[in-house]
């Protein structure tokens, strides 16, 4: 009987212990983040709104988190600053918005924290969604022709249509973003972490 006396403590013992680890600790730790607020009122980081909320979604459903992520990892733990991935290395106060974060698991293409400072051409993004090699040859992204439109030209190119370079181009066709590549750009471009943040000392 004593035995189980101890067993059954001991068990409770290593559940209000991990609980603590795992739950209490963070929680108390990063549970009070709150966003940097400028002189001007403005947020840091902004919580995603209109099309960039919706392009979230998009990125999501097409599974994108499993070739890239979005954290840069600090030097002396990977290439990813001197890559040009980043200007700083992640922290907490980044992902306060995310309900998940989308920190991803796997680098088959490359980590898209900043991917908004780095190109921040609508055309390139969309192209790019298109057709990976047009933008960076010889990538293995999956191509997503199934965001885009194709029709035939009429009196007048839509605004939107897609600039082709000129190997590229598609005679009397012009290729339309549909409302989900554009929210999904919307939200690459959203993607800057290079603001300063207390946690990171220069």
Not at 66 to 93: K, N
Not at 116 to 142: A, C, E, F, K
Not at 152 to 170: G, I, N
């Amino acid at each position: 009987m004593n035995r189980a006396v101890f067993l059954y403590v001991g068990v409770l013992a290593v559940v209000l212990a991990s609980f603590s680890g795992l739950v209490s600790l963070p929680q108390l730790q990063l549970g009070t983040i709150q966003p940097l607020v400028d002189a001007n009122g403005n947020q840091y980081p902004a919580p995603p709104t209109g099309l960039v909320a919706e392009g979230r979604s998009v990125y999501i459903s097409l599974g994108c988190i499993y070739c890239h992520s979005q954290q840069v990892r600090p030097p002396g733990f990977g290439a990813d600053i001197e890559r040009g991935w980043g200007t700083r290395r992640t922290v907490a106060r980044d992902h306060i918005w995310d309900a998940p974060p989308l920190l991803g698991t796997m680098r088959t293409g490359p980590d898209l924290a900043n991917i908004g400072v780095r190109q921040p051409s609508d055309n390139w993004h969309l192209l790019h969604l298109y057709n990976p090699v047009m933008t960076s040859p010889g990538s293995i992204m999956p191509p997503m022709p199934f965001l885009f439109d194709e029709r035939p030209v009429e009196v007048q190119v839509p605004y939107d249509a897609l600039a082709f370079p000129p190997e590229w181009s598609t005679p009397g066709r012009v290729v339309i973003p549909t409302r989900r590549a554009k929210a999904l750009v919307a939200y690459l471009k959203s993607m800057d972490k290079s603001h300063p943040v207390p946690e990171v000392v220069p």
